[in-house]
């Protein structure tokens, strides 16, 4: 098997019976694996809601390790729509010429530090700098932050084991608290700034809020997209060819950006809590115990994708949930998005060719079902 595909752990039931079981923490989860189902769920803010205690419709649950809110992302609407409406022009911006200027810098001199060695480990010399460069332009601060939180590794919640980890979660909270502090004694232009002076209903935003914005906006995407930046490598090294039909037909780089995201499936799923009774595939599920809506699944679902486990970069309809669905799909997707148009225009540009030369999976273990999220360790070749 290359080391770039992944095996859909979910297809025997998802067919047979559209659903699976896991425990976590002592805290049952009904996941969702069809693709109607889990867009139907999503939907339905009313019976499978996100305004749980802080931490509850994280798969695996966080309430150990946190009690700020994460803001929007665990909040229904009407107060959701809210939050969206101040924060959707900010997370847009990676959409300005100057935004994706900057951007492309980043990923040049990052692939450009992998041409002079003779070996890179991908996760850690090249897709979390990206990512934790990256970052400094969605939050508008000193692109030396960066190197602070590549110190944090890949996981803000998680030490190098499996295992949360309150401590290190500990460390960005304290960070957070103070950077808010000093947006406060000294206002700029970034994302702090541009908060604190921001008011919903006519009242300002509390430092909690703004707290938990921010909270989402480190842990949300970085796990995610060093896996997406590493599984794409990963698959480009193994199907050089696909990188030569992108160089010849770059108006399907759109195209090629959206089916990796559907097969890849960078965040395998996320969690709801059920307000009352209610069924979900014929099979029974109590009030106030949690769903997951388990985007992995339903991006593989053969009713709704051709081929569901072939990667075909030019697919035209491809209704993905990888970034979510309904009134919580990702903020962050526009940025996520152009992370990895410009990561495939930068290896075209520089027609680059990959070797892998070992590599470690990431597996998750989720009830009977184990899953690859992506790499643990994936040492490559970068030549020109």
């Given at each position: 098997?290359n080391?770039?595909?992944?095996?859909?752990?979910?297809?025997?039931?998802?067919?047979?019976?559209?659903?699976?079981?896991?425990?976590d923490q002592n805290?049952?989860?009904?996941?969702?694996?069809?693709?109607k189902d889990?867009?139907?769920?999503?939907?339905?803010?009313?019976?499978?809601?996100s305004?749980?205690v802080?931490?509850?419709?994280?798969?695996p649950?966080e309430?150990?390790?946190r009690?700020?809110?994460q803001?929007?992302?665990?909040?229904d609407?009407p107060m959701?729509?809210d939050?969206?409406?101040?924060l959707?022009?900010?997370?847009?911006r990676p959409l300005?010429?100057?935004y994706?200027?900057?951007l492309?810098?980043i990923?040049?001199e990052a692939?450009k530090?992998?041409?002079?060695k003779p070996?890179?480990?991908?996760?850690s010399?090249f897709?979390l700098p990206i990512?934790?460069r990256?970052?400094t332009l969605?939050?508008n601060?000193?692109?030396s932050?960066a190197?602070k939180?590549?110190l944090?590794?890949t996981?803000v919640?998680r030490?190098?084991?499996?295992a949360?980890?309150k401590?290190?979660a500990?460390i960005l909270?304290?960070?957070i608290d103070?950077?808010i502090?000093?947006?406060?004694?000294?206002p700029?232009?970034?994302?702090y700034s541009m908060?604190?002076?921001t008011?919903?209903n006519?009242?300002?935003?509390?430092k909690?809020e703004?707290?938990?914005?921010?909270?989402?906006t480190?842990a949300?995407?970085?796990?995610?997209?060093?896996?997406?930046?590493t599984?794409?490598?990963?698959y480009f090294?193994?199907?050089?060819?696909?990188?030569a039909?992108?160089?010849?037909n770059p108006?399907?780089?759109n195209?090629?950006?959206?089916?990796?995201?559907?097969y890849?499936s960078?965040?395998?799923?996320?969690?709801?809590?059920?307000?009352?009774?209610?069924?979900?595939?014929e099979?029974a599920i109590?009030a106030d115990?949690?769903?997951?809506?388990?985007w992995?699944a339903a991006n593989?679902?053969?009713?709704?994708?051709?081929?569901?486990?072939?990667?075909?970069?030019d697919?035209?309809?491809?209704p993905h949930v990888?970034f979510?669905?309904?009134?919580?799909n990702?903020?962050?997707?526009t940025?996520?998005?152009q992370i990895l148009?410009?990561l495939?225009?930068v290896?075209?540009a520089?027609n680059?060719?990959i070797?892998?030369?070992?590599?470690?999976e990431?597996?998750?273990?989720?009830g009977d079902f184990?899953?690859k999220?992506?790499?643990?360790?994936?040492?490559?070749q970068?030549?020109?």
């Amino acid at each position: 098997m290359n080391q770039s595909e992944f095996i859909d752990p979910f297809n025997k039931a998802r067919i047979e019976k559209g659903f699976g079981e896991m425990d976590d923490q002592n805290d049952p989860v009904v996941m969702l694996l069809r693709h109607k189902d889990v867009r139907k769920a999503a939907h339905d803010w009313k019976t499978f809601s996100s305004n749980a205690v802080p931490g509850r419709i994280v798969v695996p649950s966080e309430v150990n390790i946190r009690d700020t809110r994460q803001i929007p992302f665990e909040v229904d609407p009407p107060m959701h729509g809210d939050y969206r409406k101040i924060l959707a022009p900010w997370f847009k911006r990676p959409l300005e010429d100057n935004y994706q200027k900057r951007l492309e810098k980043i990923i040049r001199e990052a692939l450009k530090e992998t041409f002079i060695k003779p070996s890179t480990e991908v996760i850690s010399e090249f897709a979390l700098p990206i990512q934790s460069r990256a970052l400094t332009l969605l939050l508008n601060v000193p692109y030396s932050e960066a190197k602070k939180w590549i110190l944090w590794g890949t996981h803000v919640f998680r030490s190098e084991g499996e295992a949360l980890d309150k401590d290190k979660a500990s460390i960005l909270y304290d960070y957070i608290d103070e950077e808010i502090d000093k947006a406060i004694a000294n206002p700029s232009n970034d994302l702090y700034s541009m908060l604190l002076a921001t008011e919903i209903n006519g009242e300002k935003l509390t430092k909690e809020e703004i707290k938990g914005i921010i909270i989402l906006t480190f842990a949300g995407g970085r796990d995610t997209v060093i896996n997406a930046i590493t599984n794409t490598i990963a698959y480009f090294a193994e199907h050089p060819s696909s990188l030569a039909m992108l160089k010849e037909n770059p108006e399907i780089i759109n195209n090629a950006v959206e089916e990796l995201v559907r097969y890849f499936s960078p965040l395998t799923h996320m969690g709801r809590e059920v307000t009352k009774n209610t069924t979900a595939c014929e099979h029974a599920i109590k009030a106030d115990t949690r769903v997951s809506l388990c985007w992995a699944a339903a991006n593989r679902d053969e009713n709704v994708f051709e081929d569901a486990n072939t990667v075909k970069l030019d697919r035209k309809l491809n209704p993905h949930v990888g970034f979510g669905f309904s009134h919580h799909n990702c903020l962050g997707a526009t940025h996520a998005r152009q992370i990895l148009r410009t990561l495939l225009k930068v290896l075209i540009a520089e027609n680059v060719f990959i070797k892998i030369e070992n590599s470690e999976e990431n597996i998750e273990e989720l009830g009977d079902f184990k899953r690859k999220v992506g790499f643990n360790k994936l040492h490559v070749q970068f030549r020109k």
